[in-house]
């Protein structure tokens, strides 16, 4: 687990609890969190909702649904970007994506970092299969087992040189997740993930999923793991504060949904769904 300025706070009462707090960037995770605040309404879990949003597992076991896609996928092309370079003369992105991205860019440029490239976006079904094709099983995933079939991911580069040496690298590793992305293929998880170690791959999730994550050194198969044996997280990032909650995929299985706060409800393209409510 990563230690950034952290007080470890052991919390014995009616709740049992760990706190972790960031010095400048404060992370609190409470387990076992006896529910949120106010009034409630319910809604029945339909099966479309396990396959789409931010935390949905693509893999070579969990291909994108039709339901997984982004529905704001627009092309771009070099001058839709400032201070970012384009690898080629237009590309596929979610418009939504793009824009978190150029947030984080701009982040960047403040500490110097400002050699940034978008080489992938999108891909569709058959232009994914095609690059499979060509590339084979060792460097592509067949059609639809792509996370860039979902428009979720991201290739980015550096014009400094590989992303593996150039300060891009070394700066998304450590700052992507205040912006709700992740390295989606580490160097420490290939066992894991199943992918070689890809510095260029980005993922969006959201926060606060992005900083818990990073907290446990968790990749995404290892996060979802983690929320679905936790059932109840409580989290506070940066002055908002979050409740997670896992339910189970089951016929007439019924979710609780705040009346009063904004939520955000997620598939993890296996068996069930994740409701965050920002306090």
Same mark, same amino acid.
């Given at each position: 687990?990563?230690?950034?300025?952290?007080?470890?706070?052991?919390?014995?009462?009616?709740?049992?609890?760990?706190?972790?707090?960031?010095?400048?960037?404060?992370?609190?995770?409470?387990?076992?969190?006896?529910?949120?605040?106010?009034?409630?309404?319910?809604?029945?879990?339909?099966?479309?909702?396990?396959?789409?949003?931010?935390?949905?597992?693509?893999?070579?076991?969990?291909?994108?649904?039709?339901?997984?896609?982004?529905?704001?996928?627009?092309?771009?092309?070099?001058?839709?970007?400032?201070?970012?370079?384009?690898?080629?003369?237009?590309?596929?992105?979610?418009?939504?994506?793009?824009?978190?991205?150029?947030?984080?860019?701009e982040d960047a440029q403040h500490d110097g970092v400002d050699s940034f490239t978008i080489t992938s976006g999108y891909?569709?079904?058959?232009?994914?299969?095609?690059?499979?094709?060509?590339?084979?099983?060792?460097?592509?995933?067949?059609?639809?087992?792509?996370e860039h079939n979902s428009g979720l991911a991201m290739d980015v580069g550096s014009t400094e040189g590989l992303m593996?040496?150039?300060?891009?690298?070394?700066?998304?590793?450590?700052?992507?997740?205040?912006?709700?992305?992740?390295?989606?293929?580490? $160097?420490?998880?290939? =066992?894991?993930? /199943?992918? +070689? @170690?890809?510095?260029?791959?980005?993922? #969006?999730?959201?926060?606060?999923?992005?900083?818990?994550?990073?907290?446990?050194?968790?990749?995404?198969?290892?996060?979802?793991?983690?929320?679905?044996?936790?059932? $109840?997280?409580?989290? =506070?990032?940066? /002055?908002? +504060? @979050?409740?997670?909650?896992?339910?189970? #995929?089951?016929?007439?299985?019924?979710?609780?949904l705040p009346v009063d706060h904004e939520y955000m409800i997620t598939g993890d393209n296996m068996n069930g769904v994740?409701?965050?409510?920002?306090?």
């Amino acid at each position: 687990m990563k230690k950034v300025g952290l007080i470890i706070l052991l919390v014995v009462g009616i709740v049992t609890a760990f706190m972790i707090t960031f010095m400048s960037n404060e992370i609190v995770i409470e387990e076992d969190k006896s529910g949120f605040p106010g009034d409630t309404d319910v809604k029945t879990i339909q099966e479309d909702d396990i396959h789409k949003g931010n935390l949905v597992l693509i893999n070579e076991n969990y291909p994108v649904e039709k339901e997984g896609v982004k529905n704001d996928i627009q092309t771009f092309h070099p001058e839709d970007f400032k201070g970012v370079q384009l690898l080629d003369q237009e590309i596929q992105l979610s418009q939504s994506i793009s824009q978190k991205f150029m947030d984080m860019a701009e982040d960047a440029q403040h500490d110097g970092v400002d050699s940034f490239t978008i080489t992938s976006g999108y891909r569709g079904i058959e232009a994914q299969t095609l690059l499979f094709k060509e590339m084979g099983e060792d460097y592509a995933l067949p059609g639809g087992y792509s996370e860039h079939n979902s428009g979720l991911a991201m290739d980015v580069g550096s014009t400094e040189g590989l992303m593996a040496n150039a300060s891009e690298g070394k700066w998304i590793e450590d700052n992507a997740w205040k912006h709700g992305f992740i390295l989606r293929y580490p $160097e420490n998880k290939t =066992s894991i993930t /199943g992918i +070689e @170690y890809e510095p260029w791959h980005i993922r #969006y999730v959201g926060l606060p999923h992005s900083a818990l994550m990073y907290e446990h050194d968790f990749v995404l198969e290892e996060y979802l793991d983690y929320v679905k044996d936790q059932k $109840e997280l409580y989290a =506070s990032f940066e /002055g908002k +504060e @979050y409740f997670i909650t896992y339910y189970p #995929y089951g016929e007439n299985q019924q979710i609780e949904l705040p009346v009063d706060h904004e939520y955000m409800i997620t598939g993890d393209n296996m068996n069930g769904v994740i409701v965050t409510v920002t306090m």
